[in-house]
């Protein structure tokens, strides 16, 4: 995400579909990298119109079946800009052990990510300074700075990666993920994708659905809305999940909050931020500005066990100290104990100003940033305004929103979270319905996505249609856990 700004767009080109399908791709060298892991280099083409041009190369690892094998099981986490390698790492935790016996569990890091030709924009002090950055400029002093920072990451990216970026789109990536598949000697696709990698499977499903063997999108994003109203619409879902957060603490003794209800506790996280925003905050080795406070309040709210984390770093923030809120931020920035960033935010930025059309200039920003003020008070002028680089982006965006049909393809299965923060439950219902073979699965639960979370329900569904092609009742809920 654009820090915390998970965006999206839809629209893939169909033309050329046969001939960038049945064009062979290279084998895999597989060598052993510890713990049971294999891991290989995947050789792509930078340009796909150009197919013996320039070549890249693709970092993956799988953790081969320990039963009878029926393929491979591809997964991508998410971001845009989220290593698939290091997720395909925890396959003992992130996939059952019924699918490991019978698949190939197999990350890969998509292209200007991780280990796949990174793409670099800032250095670790610039990136310090453009994560820390007021993103609610009271003043038009406070815009142009902002303004000025949005610029020089997008000339960063030009400078240090200008060839990859008109080819970082998701339709690139799915026609890697083509070639991969290929080169893993499948005949069809069976693919796992989380957050973000919803988009990227409905896109390969879009241009490839004869090569699709089974598909789970969970978290799913809706590829027909546009940007800003993503944007909105995450914005809002996160205030309602801070609500929820805020009405479970009052309950606890260990709650910080001086108010007996969620208003009153809402507006002491208000008071909070406006305040870190005239003075920062300490204890953390950094200063803690009002835009990290943001994003350190945003981490936890992904998952539901970590709202006694939340509590702890509240608690600590009140009193002054705003160290654990800075370690969410980093955590979720990309920024390593040593004060080094992973390229996550720069993968992040150069996939998703690609992919599709933001406002072109940062008066529009100011004006969708205080319409989703009114939806979303806390978040919404955050998760606006961390999008502005792609403003200025170097490179035209190729795609635009709309819906993806997949026509021709077997059952996919979509599923939805009713209290996702991230990826609202809506945009699963959207996406399933869109999709010609899609198949709803709800899960009524907190927290972002939802297999491998501790629903069984979720998990036996998830399982059996992998392993066995056994498609759940469309539009079955499973019940919630605590």
Request: hydrophobic letters at 40%; glycine letters at 12%.
């Amino acid at each position: 995400m654009t820090v915390a700004a998970l965006l999206l767009a839809g629209g893939c080109g169909q033309g050329e579909r046969v001939a960038r399908e049945e064009r062979a791709a290279p084998g895999l060298g597989w060598s052993e990298c510890g713990d049971g892991f294999e891991c290989a280099r995947l050789r792509v083409p930078l340009d796909h119109g150009e197919p013996d041009g320039e070549q890249l190369e693709l970092a993956v690892v799988r953790l081969p079946a320990s039963g009878q094998r029926i393929g491979s099981l591809v997964l991508n986490p998410g971001g845009p800009g989220v290593s698939g390698v290091e997720y395909a790492r925890a396959a003992r935790l992130v996939v059952s052990e019924r699918v490991r016996e019978r698949f190939d569990v197999v990350g890969f890091d998509p292209r200007g990510v991780g280990q796949s030709a990174p793409v670099r924009c800032l250095d670790d002090a610039r990136l310090d300074a453009f994560v820390a950055m007021d993103t609610t400029p009271d003043t038009a002093a406070e815009r142009a700075e902002l303004e000025s920072a949005a610029r020089e990451f997008a000339a960063g990216c030009q400078k240090h990666a200008g060839r990859l970026l008109p080819h970082m789109g998701t339709a690139d990536v799915a026609r890697d993920l083509d070639l991969l598949r290929q080169a893993l000697g499948d005949p069809k696709l069976t693919y796992l994708g989380k957050s973000y990698g919803t988009f990227l499977g409905a896109v390969y499903a879009d241009l490839f659905p004869g090569k699709v063997r089974a598909l789970v999108l969970d978290g799913a994003l809706d590829p027909a809305i546009s940007r800003v109203r993503g944007n909105v619409e995450q914005a809002a879902a996160f205030e309602e999940t801070l609500r929820a957060y805020a009405e479970d603490c009052l309950g606890s003794r260990e709650c910080p909050f001086t108010s007996r209800d969620a208003d009153g506790a809402l507006d002491e996280l208000a008071t909070l931020l406006r305040g870190a925003d005239t003075r920062p905050l300490g204890g953390g080795g950094r200063p803690l500005t009002e835009a990290l406070a943001t994003l350190g309040m945003l981490t936890p709210l992904y998952d539901r066990a970590s709202w006694p984390e939340l509590t702890e770093a509240l608690r600590r923030a009140l009193n002054g100290d705003g160290s654990l809120l800075l370690r969410n931020a980093d955590q979720l920035a990309g920024r390593l104990d040593d004060g080094t960033y992973s390229n996550q935010l720069a993968a992040n930025l150069a996939v998703n100003c690609v992919d599709g059309p933001y406002p072109a200039s940062a008066s529009a920003f100011a004006a969708e940033a205080a319409a989703a003020s009114r939806k979303a008070p806390r978040f919404g002028p955050y998760i606006m305004w961390s999008s502005l680089p792609c403003a200025f982006w170097p490179v035209r965006p190729t795609l635009s929103p709309r819906p993806l049909a997949a026509a021709g393809a077997p059952p996919i299965l979509v599923v939805g979270t009713r209290r996702d923060p991230a990826t609202p439950y809506g945009w699963a219902r959207a996406l399933a319905g869109e999709l010609r073979s899609g198949v709803l699965l709800g899960y009524d639960g907190d927290g972002h996505t939802a297999y491998a979370g501790g629903s069984p329900c979720v998990d036996d569904a998830v399982d059996r249609y992998l392993v066995e092609g056994v498609v759940p009742r469309d539009g079955v809920i499973c019940p919630g856990i605590r």
